[in-house]
């Protein structure tokens, strides 16, 4: 029982250091094999906390590259979302021209309905747009009779009628 304990604890450390003691062959045996045995205990203390310390670092490198795949899964994770909310964006600007486009067609329908109903009004009651004040409009411009804005400001072209054939015409008849 007892030299099962001392083999466990101390059988290694002591036959180590009587090696060292008969290889070195000191003046003082018990002195030397003292100092030795409190020399290994140091070293085995020293190499529990080496050991320690690696398993530690150990672990704080496994915290480190966990955190570090996590931040790049929050990286992508927002640039995934960036991208959605662009999208998400751009499809409620479309929808918006969309809209807008929708009215703006639906305002000249209306405005086309509007004139044809008055074109055919007037057309009815035997009047003509566009020949109904043909005295009283003759010497204005279209810009001067329109109401509409923007309608273009044209001069007025007289056209001459030239029953002659153009100098061109006649040279082509030369030719042949």
Same mark, same amino acid.
């Given at each position: 029982?007892?030299?099962?304990?001392?083999?466990?604890?101390?059988?290694?450390?002591?036959?180590?250091?009587?090696?060292?003691?008969?290889?070195?062959?000191?003046?003082?045996?018990?002195?030397?094999?003292?100092?030795?045995?409190?020399?290994?205990?140091?070293?085995?203390?020293?190499?529990?906390?080496?050991?320690?310390?690696?398993?530690?670092?150990?672990?704080?490198?496994?915290?480190?590259?966990? $955190?570090?795949?996590?931040? #790049? %899964?929050?990286?992508? =994770? &927002? !640039?995934?979302?960036? *991208?959605? +909310?662009?999208?998400?964006? @751009?499809?409620? $600007?479309?929808?918006?021209? #969309? %809209?807008?486009?929708? =009215? &703006? !067609?639906?305002?000249? *329908?209306? +405005?086309?309905?509007?004139? @044809?109903?008055?074109?055919?009004?007037?057309?009815?009651?035997?009047?003509?747009?566009?020949?109904?004040?043909?005295?009283?409009?003759?010497?204005?411009? @279209?810009?001067?009779?329109?109401?509409?804005?923007?309608?273009?400001?044209?001069?007025?072209?007289?056209?001459?009628?030239?029953?002659?054939?153009?100098?061109?015409?006649?040279?082509?008849?030369?030719?042949?």
């Amino acid at each position: 029982m007892e030299s099962a304990y001392l083999q466990k604890n101390l059988g290694t450390c002591l036959t180590q250091g009587l090696a060292e003691v008969a290889r070195m062959r000191p003046v003082d045996p018990i002195e030397y094999l003292a100092l030795w045995i409190y020399k290994y205990k140091n070293n085995v203390t020293m190499e529990q906390q080496r050991q320690e310390e690696m398993a530690q670092l150990e672990r704080e490198r496994e915290l480190a590259v966990m $955190e570090q795949e996590m931040m #790049e %899964r929050l990286k992508a =994770e &927002e !640039l995934l979302f960036q *991208q959605q +909310q662009l999208a998400f964006q @751009l499809e409620l $600007e479309m929808q918006e021209k #969309e %809209r807008q486009r929708i =009215e &703006e !067609l639906q305002r000249a *329908q209306e +405005q086309f309905e509007k004139e @044809l109903r008055m074109c055919v009004e007037n057309t009815a009651k035997g009047e003509d747009i566009s020949h109904g004040e043909d005295g009283a409009d003759s010497g204005r411009t @279209l810009a001067e009779i329109s109401d509409r804005y923007g309608a273009p400001n044209l001069s007025r072209v007289e056209e001459l009628d030239e029953p002659m054939l153009s100098d061109v015409a006649l040279n082509i008849d030369q030719d042949l």
